[in-house]
C-alpha cells in the first residue's frame, strides 16, 4: 500500500533535486538574461536578489529538503520509521518547502492517507 505514494515521493524528490542542482549553478554562475525596456538600475537590483548569496542558499535549503523528502520515502517503501515517513508527506505538502508543490500536495495527501491506516502503521519496524 506505501509503494505509490513513496515513489511519488521519490519522483517530487528527484524533480526538487534536478531543479534545485539547475538553480543553484545559474545563481552561482550566470547572468541575468538582458531585460529590454527596464530601467538598468532595477535590472541590476533584480539581478543581485536573484543570483546573490541569498539566491544559493535557499537553493542549498531547497536541495536539503528534497534530500530528506527523498531519503523518508526511501525509509517508507522500505517499512522503516513511520514518524519520519509522515513527517516528509507532510513537509512535501508545504508550497514553500516542497521540490514541486504541484507534485508534492497530492502524494504528500496520499502518503498521509495510506500511514494513517492501522494495517499499515503495524506493519513499520
Known amino acids: 500500500m506505501v509503494s505509490g505514494p513513496a515513489i511519488g515521493l521519490m519522483v517530487t524528490a528527484g524533480l526538487g533535486l534536478l531543479f534545485g542542482l539547475i538553480g543553484l549553478i545559474m545563481s ?11 530601467d538598468p538600475e532595477f ?6 536578489l536573484a543570483y546573490g548569496p541569498i539566491a544559493i542558499g535557499t537553493k ?15 525509509r ?18 508545504i508550497p514553500c518547502f516542497s521540490p514541486c508543490c504541484l507534485l508534492g500536495l497530492p502524494f504528500g495527501i496520499w502518503a498521509l492517507v ?3 491506516k492501522p494495517e499499515v502503521k503495524s506493519q513499520f519496524k
Not at 28 to 38: A, Q
Not at 43 to 48: D, G, L, V, W
Not at 60 to 74: C, D, N, Q, R
Not at 76 to 93: F, N, R
Open 76 to 93: 517508507m517503501q522500505s517499512l522503516t520509521s513511520h514518524g519520519l515517513a509522515m513527517a516528509v508527506a507532510i513537509l512535501a505538502m
Open 28 to 38: 552561482i554562475g550566470g547572468t541575468m538574461p538582458s531585460m529590454p525596456g527596464v
Open 43 to 48: 535590472a541590476r537590483i533584480i539581478t543581485k
Open 114 to 116: 495510506v500511514l494513517s
Open 60 to 74: 542549498v535549503i531547497g536541495l536539503g529538503i528534497s534530500g530528506l523528502i527523498l531519503f523518508g520515502a526511501i
